[in-house]
């Protein structure tokens, strides 16, 4: 099976598994705050392409306590199941970036770009401690297989949806 077939069936899962959550976070956000629920960022994705990429719109300042509670427990990045169908993203692969995000760090990492030999995932590989590293994306990227996705995935969902908030927002 290929990891596009992979990434396909499991957006789908993902949407059709959180429906219910996704309509009380719509719900609760509407009532919770004016203004927007979703956003479109701009994102690199493979070989360096922009594309939009869908999250739950989170406000500067005035966060309402909702807000708070879905970032925390890392539903924002759920409508980005649609860019994975899309084929802009994967499941499992690089953490994304801006193109803003991009330049910066390019700056003193010479193998910053492999990252983009990968589409970016919703779940980032993480290091030996856990946290999300270069070292263990660029890892990923050399040396992917459908093992590695599971392994991935199963770390992620050991460490539960509450954990400390982690990314690059």
């Known amino acids: 099976m290929s990891k596009r077939t992979l990434d396909v069936l499991g957006a789908i899962f993902v949407l059709l598994f959180f ?4 309509l009380v976070m719509l719900v609760g956000i509407r009532c919770c705050r004016p203004g927007p629920i979703f956003v479109r960022e ?3 994705g493979l070989n360096g392409r922009t594309f939009g990429r869908w999250r739950l719109y989170r406000p500067a300042q005035d966060e309402s306590l909702f807000d708070q509670v879905l970032w925390r427990a890392g539903l924002g990045d759920l409508p980005s199941a649609v860019n994975v169908i899309d084929g802009d ?3 499992i692969g690089p953490r994304p970036q801006s ?6 760090l390019r700056k003193g990492r010479p193998d910053y770009g492999r990252r983009l030999e990968a589409r970016p995932g919703m779940i980032w590989p993480r290091g030996a401690e856990g946290e999300p590293s270069w070292s263990a994306e660029l890892d990923y990227v050399a040396r992917w297989s459908v093992l590695a996705d599971l392994r991935v995935a199963a770390l992620y969902a050991v ?5 400390e908030e982690q990314g690059v927002d």
């Open 89 to 91: 993203m994967s499941l």
């Open 42 to 44: 701009e994102t690199l």
């Open 99 to 104: 193109p803003g995000q991009d330049a910066y």
């Open 159 to 163: 460490q539960g949806l509450f954990r």
């Open 19 to 22: 429906l219910p959550v996704g």
